[in-house]
């Protein structure tokens, strides 16, 4: 079921809702079968991006391209996408295996052509055994599972999800990840996959779009986005980093990158805030020069060995390598 090497490309793109501007004139290409989580906060255009390349909303400009060919203005049946979306939306009345098979239903595919082509798809997601059961009678994750075997099952060029693993709890989340990106490359076509979890982005994307204010702040490799966030935004938002303001500027540095001294031994003199315990690692929060705060994530064996509480003064270091000039 490989599908050839496509590329998916926006171009200008905007969105506009009367005079609020959802999407702000965004460009981007997606690398060819790859795995790209858009990520950002509630109400920065995630959405209504993936939304515009389904064709579920109309582009105010700009251009959407699939393998070369403008799908800017086509139907969603004609574009060569297919969307799974947040709430899954399967059919009460419908077996698992009508499910997956309805919308070959609606495209007049003969009954026997559109089972045996249902049967490949749940035979692909592990849920063969349970062709015959209703909906109601899965768990969230069998649910979801389903809800990909119908989008798969229209072989498309690339797999739109929307927050796809919001509904379930944390342990079968985790347990999804791993089935999202075992599809994603068996497959070999392109998923996009929208979330404000920077976790989950992390885990399966190979590239991390982030989105603030309608626009991309960064994109990029998933561990170069971490390693070096480029914007104060992308660094908080995408976590374990502090925003530090120094005489020459702002920097971000990871909490793991800070190393707690003695107060007379560090690079800045603080004031232990907070002490939390992570179970690996403890996190001390403390305050410096400026009413800065600054992170340090420290080994639970090191932490232990010579403990802080709140009120200690403390010395923090860095190695200056680790710092990452902030552009905004």
């Given at each position: 079921m490989n599908k050839p090497v496509l590329d998916l490309?926006?171009?200008?793109?905007?969105?506009?809702?009367?005079?609020?501007?959802?999407?702000?004139?965004?460009?981007?290409?997606?690398?060819?079968?790859?795995?790209?989580?858009?990520?950002?906060?509630?109400?920065c255009g995630k959405s209504s991006t993936l939304r515009m390349i389904a064709g579920h909303e109309s582009i105010s400009e700009g251009s959407i391209l699939l393998a070369g060919r403008d799908i800017s203005r086509l139907p969603p049946a004609k574009r060569g996408t297919a969307m799974m979306f947040q709430s899954y939306a399967l059919f009460p009345h419908l077996s698992v295996v009508d499910n997956v098979a309805f919308s070959?239903?609606?495209?007049?595919v003969d009954l026997k052509e559109r089972r045996t082509k249902a049967g490949e798809m749940l035979e692909l997601v592990d849920l063969s055994v349970l062709s015959d059961r209703l909906p109601?009678?899965?768990?969230?994750?069998?649910?979801?599972?389903?809800?990909?075997?119908r989008a798969l099952i229209t072989?498309?060029?690339?797999?739109?999800?929307?927050?796809p693993l919001s509904a379930l709890d944390p342990f079968l989340r985790v347990r999804m990840r791993t089935e999202l990106k075992r599809l994603q490359k068996e497959l070999g076509i392109s998923f996009v996959h929208v979330t404000h979890g920077q976790d989950e982005a992390l885990a399966l994307a190979d590239e991390i779009v982030v989105m603030n204010n309608a626009v991309i702040e960064q994109a990029g490799p998933a561990?170069?986005?971490?390693?070096?966030p480029k914007t104060s935004f992308v660094a908080q938002f995408i976590g374990g980093h502090n925003v530090i303001a120094l005489p020459e500027g702002r920097y971000s540095i990871r909490t793991d990158e800070v190393a707690v001294t003695t107060a007379e031994k560090g690079t800045l003199s603080a004031n232990v805030m907070a002490v939390e315990y992570q179970g690996t690692h403890v996190s001390i929060m403390a305050k410096i020069a400026g009413d800065q705060e600054v992170t340090a994530l420290v080994a639970e064996g090191d932490f232990f060995e010579h403990p802080q509480n709140p009120g200690d003064q403390i010395g923090l270091t860095w190695d200056k390598n680790n710092l990452h000039k902030l552009t905004a």
């Open positions: 490309e926006l171009i200008s793109v905007t969105k506009r809702y009367g005079p609020t501007v959802a999407v702000d004139a965004i460009s981007h290409h997606f690398k060819p079968s790859s795995y790209t989580c858009l990520l950002g906060p509630s109400g070959l239903k609606m495209k007049g109601d009678q899965l768990s969230g994750g069998q649910q979801q599972r389903v809800a990909l075997a072989r498309p060029q690339a797999l739109l999800l929307d927050e561990r170069e986005v971490f390693k070096a």
